[in-house]
């Protein structure tokens, strides 16, 4: 199977790329669907119902939004974040819902969105089913879609072993373990970077590739912008108050940047997942839940590195997707699967990789720096409070940024040699998941999602 950095590197919307990204996506596979079979002009009502994880914190994850602009056509990359909520309204109180924007049919916010907090499809935690009825009240199509964490969406007819939709393209170098990544680095000589570069090309020519990760890493810097400058109170309920732009302001007026790295680090983190969780524009890295720390430790790079420059950027991207492809292939990214170690762990990894590799690191190196980030962050549960991805989710942006840099510059100071592989840990990161209960996998139903009961 195929994986490009661009699956895992995508412009989405906040604040889950599991409840939010996916089922926007499915919504919309769903409409085309029907437009594709000549189906769209009969059909008279649609019913959407959310399983798991979808069901259970979708209220809190923007989950039901999502699957009415999906429905409506709207993609996560270019929909209007500032129009969305609204048009959810309209939709509310008019009872009309406009399939792709071009066939208008009658919708009950109530009755034809159903979220069963405690019933789960078979394959994933994260199922929707949607149906689509005549006038007469026939069943005109049926859909099954899974989204299987970090926006990624199969539907019923493409599950199986790997849940995923198999991409047959022929890569230059292919890996699916860190050991497969490092022996092609030794055989070819490359830098993990450059032979994750060469297999992109397999879709794009290298001025795309560049322009494209040039882009995400446009979208990380304003978002991080936004999230420094904005102020009030998070939507959902538990009065969240933003506190990155009061950070920025304090710790501009401190005098030397400098010393005050690692605060700012976890600034960036905060900012991009206040962002987040107010539904605005962000990058799934891999996930929304997770998209700080990726964007924070790349604005460390920039800012804090000498040196530093687009050229390096564009490394450091290739050198996370790489990392965050084994664990795409070898466990998971998604929270309601094995809770958030696989999804702010994986990130964790991610970063720290990728910045041993603009650092200078080795290929071990980096993987060691990769494992690093993993194994101190194996065992981390998902445990949203009131289901929404703001406690313990924006702290724990900050925190994991930090120890992502720790990680490279502690995998920086080795030769790459260590006892712990990157594919033991993510292997054990798979093992612990299969065995955490179902309350620590974004259910809301434990930790301090039932513990902090005055939100």
Not at 71 to 78: A, V
Not at 237 to 248: F, P
Not at 401 to 413: G, I, Q
Request: net charge negative.
């Amino acid at each position: 199977m195929a994986i490009s950095v661009f699956d895992l590197f995508s412009i989405g919307i906040g604040p889950s790329s599991s409840h939010t990204v996916g089922p926007m996506r499915a919504a919309r596979m769903f409409a085309g669907r029907l437009r594709g079979e000549e189906l769209l002009g009969s059909v008279t009502s649609v019913r959407a119902e959310l399983y798991g994880s979808l069901g259970a914190t979708g209220h809190g994850h923007g989950t039901p939004k999502a699957v009415l602009l999906g429905l409506e056509g709207d993609s996560p990359r270019t929909v209007d974040v500032e129009t969305a909520d609204a048009r959810v309204e309209a939709i509310g109180s008019s009872g009309r819902l406009s399939l792709l924007g071009e066939h208008e049919i009658a919708f009950s916010y109530d009755d034809d969105l159903v979220l069963h907090r405690r019933k789960a499809l078979p394959y994933h935690a994260n199922g929707m089913t949607l149906w689509a009825y005549d006038a007469q009240g026939a069943e005109v199509l049926t859909k099954t879609y899974y989204s299987v964490g970090g926006g990624f969406v199969v539907d019923e007819d493409a599950v199986g072993a790997d849940r995923i939709v198999l991409d047959d393209t022929v890569l230059k170098y292919p890996f699916r373990t860190g050991d497969e990544l490092l022996r092609l680095t030794r055989e070819t000589g490359l830098s993990v970077s450059a032979l994750m570069l060469e297999n992109e090309r397999a879709w794009r020519d290298e001025d795309e590739i560049r322009e494209g990760l040039l882009e995400i890493w446009r979208v990380m810097r304003a978002c991080v912008e936004r999230g420094m400058t904005r102020e009030g109170i998070l939507p959902g309920g538990l009065k969240v108050r933003r506190r990155a732009a009061n950070t920025a302001r304090k710790l501009r007026s401190e005098g030397d940047p400098q010393a005050l790295a690692m605060e700012w680090i976890t600034l960036y983190a905060m900012a991009v997942n206040e962002e987040n969780a107010a539904g605005g524009r962000v990058v799934t890295a891999p996930t929304n839940g997770a998209a700080g720390i990726i964007p924070a430790v790349l604005h460390y790079y920039m800012n804090f590195v000498p040196g530093a420059d687009e050229d390096g950027v564009v490394r450091f991207l290739l050198a996370a997707g790489a990392i965050g492809m084994l664990f795409k292939e070898n466990a998971s990214i998604s929270g309601a699967e094995v809770g958030c170690q696989g999804e702010v762990g994986s990130a964790c990894s991610m970063a720290a990789g990728a910045l041993a590799e603009v650092l200078g690191g080795s290929p071990e190196q980096v993987e060691n720096a990769a494992e690093i980030g993993m194994e101190h962050n194996l065992g981390l549960t998902c445990d949203p409070v009131g289901g929404l991805v703001q406690i313990p989710c924006i702290e724990r942006n900050g925190m994991a940024a930090v120890k992502a840099v720790t990680a490279a510059r502690m995998a920086m100071r080795g030769d790459g040699s260590h006892k712990v592989s990157l594919d033991k840990v993510i292997k054990t990161m798979k093992d612990t998941g299969a065995d955490m209960s179902v309350k620590y996998k974004e259910t809301a139903r434990g930790g301090l999602a039932v513990n902090i009961i005055e939100c």
